[in-house]
């Protein structure tokens, strides 16, 4: 089922989640960018970044974890 994301800039926003002739899918909004194993083919983080982008995940995911659209066991 789709639902009210959390609003977060790192929190993708999906649109709906069904199947269609025994195949199920995800809409999702479209981000322009790299992926992270994009950006790690290419250098490696500075223990600086890799923090920052450590930072960010976490607060994403807390704040993901802590609505009721969050599903699953704790």
Known sequence: ???????HPNIIVVHDVAA???TDYMAMEFVQG???QEILRHR???PTEALGYAVQISDALALYRSTSTASGPS
């Open 1 to 7: 089922k789709a639902a009210s994301p959390p609003n």
């Open 34 to 36: 790299q992926t992270m």
């Open 20 to 22: 269609q002739d025994g």
């Open 44 to 46: 490696r983080l500075s």
